[in-house]
């Protein structure tokens, strides 16, 4: 399985952004998806979760209101939308893929995702 990310960059707060990931390689429909975040010194931290038919969300209170997650399954891919950006959204964003499919209660543990894109930095300015 493959994950790659893409459109980070740097925003000014109060701006917006939209994070892509790509996957290839499995069933991409079948398995749960979730973006984390990550900064220098500190543990990676869970974003937003989304089920195989896009149908359940969860996302952590931190985003909660200002984030979107959201898939494309004939696409393969999983997206993140970030309004009202905050400079303590800088981070490097993940995606990754949940190890169990069909999953009904989405986790924000990062040891039930098993594959991890590379990253990409956001970069919010005050």
């Known amino acids: 399985v493959q994950l790659q990310a893409s459109g980070g960059g740097l925003v000014q707060a109060g701006g917006s952004l939209r994070l892509s990931c790509a996957a290839s390689?499995?069933?991409?429909?079948?398995?749960?998806m979730g973006w984390f975040r990550q900064t220098p010194g500190k543990e990676r931290e869970f974003v937003a979760a989304?089920?195989?038919?896009?149908?359940?969300?969860s996302y952590a209170d931190s985003v909660k209101g200002r984030f979107t997650i959201s898939r494309d399954n004939a696409a393969n891919t999983v997206y993140l939308q970030g309004k009202s950006l905050k400079p303590e959204d800088t981070a490097v964003y993940y995606c990754?893929?949940?190890?169990?499919?069909?999953?009904?209660?989405?986790?924000?543990?990062?040891?039930?995702?098993?594959?991890w894109g590379q990253g990409t930095l956001v970069t919010v300015s005050s």
């Open positions: 990754a893929a949940d190890r169990s499919p069909y999953r009904r209660v989405l986790t924000a543990d990062p040891t039930s995702y098993d594959y």
């Open positions: 390689g499995r069933t991409f429909s079948t398995y749960p």
């Open positions: 989304i089920s195989g038919s896009g149908l359940n969300k």
